[in-house]
């Protein structure tokens, strides 16, 4: 049965999302939303400029809502050597790559370093670093094992990117009460690359509701476009929970750093997103919440869509 809506371009637009993000959720429904295991992984090795050798690590959390807190000890620890590397005890959901990285002397050689994560269920799983030359990654390696790029693929420009800086605005310790808002503001500074792009352009000049569900079914039935994930490109800072026990709220919510590809999520990764707009002195500032006191530490990842930067700020949280 064949129907027109009269409609504003906004509303026609609106509808559309509401439809589309229905039927995805039904489409995509989560295989698991907790109680499943944690895989570590060792994504690769870069040399530093002072001859040592930075292994980098992510994972792949099985969840789709659950993020578990494994401290670090017997359940998160690595060998040999100090068991605490820096990895994160609180586990975003699905898959996380390059999250951290563990420099090891120039020295190293041939010996490996391995991340054992034991999860709630009991599961043990490990990731094995070693300087094997397969491993070797470097910013277009990156870039594609994200999906700002397709596998195998580099131009000019994309070889030209440098990772986006981000600035802490104030003391890198802070000490906060529970329920107390801390403030955090981060200078942020990009050179353009990759260029952001809007992946609703095209539905956006759509006169009617059945133009614009037909040009989003055009878009899905080119995929899949490319091997690896897709991503779109965009500036963006996002806080997260690294270290901690308790239930940390940030206002406004934060982009995902994580391969939600649901439409509609808040990820890079998803097919509705569009990347904020930063404020022309670059500053942006979020609010956040503890609801337990104890030790923090909070992560920002500031990503280009290509290249990221990281920075961490440890929090005291009192009763």
Request: proline share 8%.
């Amino acid at each position: 049965m064949k129907f027109v809506v009269a409609a504003s371009r906004r509303g026609i637009f609106a509808v559309f999302c509401t439809v589309l993000l229905f039927s995805s959720q039904i489409a995509a429904q989560p295989t698991y939303r907790s109680g499943q295991l944690i895989e570590p992984a060792y994504e690769g090795w870069r040399e530093n400029p002072d001859g040592t050798f930075s292994f980098i690590f992510g994972y792949m959390n099985e969840n789709w809502e659950e993020e578990p807190k494994i401290p670090v000890g017997e359940n998160n620890m690595f060998s040999p050597g100090d068991p605490d590397r820096g990895q994160p005890t609180h586990f975003l959901p699905r898959r996380n790559r390059f999250t951290f990285e563990v420099v090891v002397p120039a020295d190293w050689g041939d010996r490996e370093l391995v991340w054992t994560l034991i999860s709630a269920n009991g599961i043990e799983r490990k990731a094995y670093a070693t300087l094997a030359p397969d491993y070797v990654i470097d910013n277009v390696v990156i870039a594609s094992e994200t999906g700002s790029l397709g596998a195998g693929s580099s131009s000019p420009e994309s070889r030209a990117n440098k990772p986006p800086e981000i600035t802490l605005v104030g003391d890198r310790i802070r000490t906060v009460r529970v329920g107390e808002v801390l403030t955090i503001q981060s200078r942020l500074v990009d050179d353009g690359v990759p260029r952001r792009n809007d992946p609703l352009s095209s539905v956006r000049s759509a006169t009617t509701v059945e133009d614009v569900l037909a040009r989003y079914q055009r878009r899905i039935m080119q995929r899949p476009s490319r091997i690896t994930v897709n991503k779109i490109n965009g500036l963006y800072l996002s806080w997260n929970v690294y270290r901690g026990e308790g239930e940390v709220m940030f206002d406004p919510p934060q982009v995902k750093p994580w391969e939600d590809t649901r439409a509609a999520s808040n990820s890079p990764w998803g097919d509705l997103w569009v990347p904020p707009t930063i404020p022309e002195d670059g500053i942006v500032t979020v609010d956040v919440q503890f609801d337990q006191p104890g030790d923090y530490i909070l992560w920002a990842r500031a990503d280009d869509g290509g290249l990221y930067s990281d920075q961490y700020l440890e929090v005291s949280v009192t009763p």
